[in-house]
């Protein structure tokens, strides 16, 4: 799912047509009610003390018959992953929604995805917050224009640094539009 109006630029100058940019706050909702209707096992992990538990609850509360298989607060250490594991492997979700924000929710995920005993591990970033009501998103007319990273911006001004790799994504993107080179990936596989 294209998270970002950058993935779909990028998704649409290669000639592949996404239909829409989903947010990790959208799309939380909208696997939550496939999950209920099909009786899939979900958990959250991540975010900050309680808030992964309130967005369970209110998730479960939204769809009836949504089977929370469990949630497990914070950023864990590579200490914590025998816990986290463990906790996975007795309740045998079939979908992992991962709150630690980006890029931290994806390398994560990257570490750990043949171990998880989960069938779909979904990066949500600050969803979770959204949900429990932690903080709100932008009014759907900015939600709209792709301008939400904007007011996330204004709102949380530390996440400026995030805003320096935007340019660098985007000159990726043209070099291997228009140069035809295969883009490097650092050294963490990405």
Do not use: N
Request: net charge positive.
């Amino acid at each position: 799912m294209p998270d970002g109006v950058g993935i779909l630029w990028a998704a649409r100058l290669a000639g592949v047509h996404l239909r829409e940019r989903v947010t990790g706050s959208d799309g939380i909702h909208r696997v939550c009610a496939r999950a209920a209707q099909r009786g899939w096992r979900v958990f959250f992990l991540g975010a900050a003390p309680g808030v992964a538990a309130t967005t369970a609850q209110i998730m479960r509360d939204h769809y009836p018959g949504l089977v929370v298989a469990g949630a497990y607060a914070g950023s864990p250490t590579a200490a914590d992953w025998p816990t986290i594991h463990q906790q996975l492997s007795a309740t045998q979700p079939h979908i992992l929604f991962v709150a630690f924000g980006h890029p931290r929710q994806d390398f994560w995920i990257d570490l750990h995805r043949h171990e998880l005993p989960v069938a779909v591990a979904m990066g949500v970033g600050g969803a979770f917050d959204f949900v429990a009501g932690v903080t709100t998103r932008a009014p759907g007319w900015i939600q709209q224009l792709g301008l939400e990273w904007l007011h996330r911006l204004l709102r949380e001004p530390w996440r400026w640094r995030r805003m320096l790799k935007l340019p660098e994504f985007a000159a990726l993107v043209l070099k291997r539009k228009y140069l035809g080179s295969e883009v490097s990936r650092d050294k963490r596989g990405w």
